[in-house]
């Protein structure tokens, strides 16, 4: 009998563990189903491969550890609008964002005649990104032949000579003709606006000579301005260009143009009713990304410099950029059905 409790024994002390633990977990709280948070989907409303895009990848990658799996997803179409709105009507929960810009917040509820979202009343501003100058460029022989050296030569020769000079651009509305549209009003000059399909076929119209001077993006003329096929009178923004900072600006080329100031900017936004924390949450992990030496290396790239921002001072810019395109734009006569 003895030999049979001894042998007995082990197996009573494994089996009172057993339901010692199966006592514990029917007393612990269950654990959450999810270890992880629900990734977020940054929704890019242009193509794969251009600059909003390249940033979008770069700072998605660069706040995993803080933020987790950030989604990029392209979502093109009517000028953006399609993105824009798809992240308007997301819930506000912090998982869906957009990476707005220029044209979505700005121009577009000006230039369309019907827009699905309200740019500032459907959105949560979260912080500013970056954004690239425009830049004021001439056909080198165009320059030479009319003697325009600077913008005030610019602004002397089209007031002698009304509608002779012309100008191109991605097509109507876009920023290369409203900085153009810009630039006449306050400088009191008259130019021919010629659009094209883009801003490639712009670009190559000037290179060609069928134009004379188009407000073009500085990332996309960079590599000509330097070949010397190009010549760059002034950017467009109120500073000068870190990248190329020998460049005046037009506010400082004539005393008409004080004020001056179009550039390419973008930004991210969540839907409207994104909780205070949320917003704080988000705009901690991508302003510190965007102060990083591998995103500023990035934008360097893309002659694009960083603009990170609070919400409030995001948001507040977004509403004088969407005064400021209103008069311009409706000023241009451009409209989209």
């Not at 953006?80 to 798809?86: P, Q, S």
């Not at 076929?201 to 060609?208: D, G, K, R, V």
């Not at 409030?312 to 004088?320: E, I, L, S, W």
Request: no cysteine; aromatic share 6%; proline share 8%.
């Amino acid at each position: 009998m003895k030999h049979k409790l001894a042998h007995d024994a082990p197996r009573r002390t494994v089996l009172a563990t057993v339901a010692r633990l199966a006592a514990l977990a029917v007393a612990a709280p269950a654990l959450p189903l999810l270890a992880q948070p629900r990734p977020i989907r940054l929704i890019v409303p242009y193509p794969p491969g251009g600059p909003l895009d390249i940033v979008a990848r770069a700072l998605a990658d660069k706040v995993r550890d803080s933020l987790g799996t950030v989604i990029v997803d392209n979502r093109p179409g009517a000028g953006g609008n399609v993105g824009a709105d798809a992240v308007a009507k997301a819930a506000p929960d912090g998982t869906t964002i957009v990476m707005g810009a220029v044209a979505t917040h700005a121009i577009n509820p000006w230039l369309y005649a019907k827009i699905p979202y309200d740019p500032i009343r459907d959105f949560t501003p979260i912080t500013g990104v970056a954004r690239v100058p425009n830049v004021l460029v001439m056909n080198p022989d165009a320059a030479a032949r009319l003697g325009i050296q600077t913008v005030a030569d610019l602004i002397a020769y089209a007031k002698r000579n009304p509608g002779k000079l012309n100008y191109g651009s991605g097509g109507n509305g876009s920023a290369g003709h409203l900085a153009g549209e810009m630039f006449k009003a306050q400088a009191g000059v008259f130019m021919v606006h010629i659009p094209y399909a883009g801003g490639n076929p712009a670009q190559l119209a000037l290179l060609a000579g069928q134009v004379d001077l188009n407000f073009d993006n500085l990332a996309a003329a960079s590599a000509n301005i330097r070949a010397g096929k190009l010549r760059a009178l002034a950017v467009t923004t109120a500073q000068r260009s870190s990248v190329m900072a020998d460049v005046p600006t037009i506010a400082e080329s004539a005393a008409a143009l004080a004020g001056f100031d179009v550039n390419t900017w973008f930004g991210l936004f969540g839907p409207a009713g994104l909780a205070p924390e949320v917003t704080r949450r988000l705009n901690t992990a991508f302003v510190e990304a965007l102060a990083s030496p591998e995103l500023k290396a990035r934008l360097t790239t893309l002659m694009a410099e960083p603009i990170p921002s609070t919400p409030q001072q995001f948001g507040d810019f977004v509403k004088a950029e969407l005064a400021k395109y209103e008069r311009v734009v409706k000023a241009s006569g451009a409209r989209v059905e």
